[in-house]
């Protein structure tokens, strides 16, 4: 474990009166819990054709493995590999100090429209978001869930405000309102936001009409993470 996950686990989320504030019934959390198992369950049974053909492309454009972990922050501030499709060149860590000058995105998050690290396979994979797919894995193992907060990086959540911190109270998902609203077209204080609005509103009907709406942005344009 780095140094820079030690500090993220260390450091405080929110006082005990606000995560009392954001509390939800055992029902609710019962309830998200079966559907995610549910649908995670049932959409790597229909989608793992499409995961293969994915995989074998991915290995035949360029070197490196086809599903690349990374380390990213769950609930309560805990570290948890997710993983995704490689849509990269395999040393896109190495070449990321020479890209920051580059940056598009306000605050700590990295972002530029044309990633020279970004591969022809993956190019397709990001504008579709299949590059997503591998996290249902992730969703069964209960580091996820369907709807959620998307994870941050841990060089990213070490400079949460203490407000932002609120968003590491509930577990993260591979969809949510920054991922339906045109994540391109937003910056990093509005994806926040956006995180804190979904806490304050979450039910079991804002969780099934967001997984709605993602089936329907699911081909769309709307860019990448």
Known sequence: MTELEDRIIDM???????????????????????????????????????????????????????????????????????????????DAEDLLDKLRDRNEMTGPMFKIKEDPRVTRIGRFIRKTSIDELPQLFNVIKGEMSLVGPRPNLPREVVKFTRHQRIKLLVKPGLTCYWQVMGRSNIDFDGWMKLDLKYIEDRSTIVDLKLIFQTFKVFFGDDGAE
């Open 12 to 90: 405080p989320v929110v006082e005990n009166e606000s995560k009392n504030d954001y509390a939800k019934t055992t029902g609710y959390y019962f309830l998200k819990r079966a559907v995610d198992i549910l649908f995670s369950a049932i959409g790597i049974i229909v989608l793992s054709p499409v995961m293969l053909v994915v995989a074998v492309a991915i290995k035949l454009d360029s070197r490196g493995p086809a599903i690349f972990s990374q380390i990213r922050v769950g609930l309560n501030g805990k570290p948890f590999k997710m993983y995704k499709f490689r849509s990269m060149v395999d």
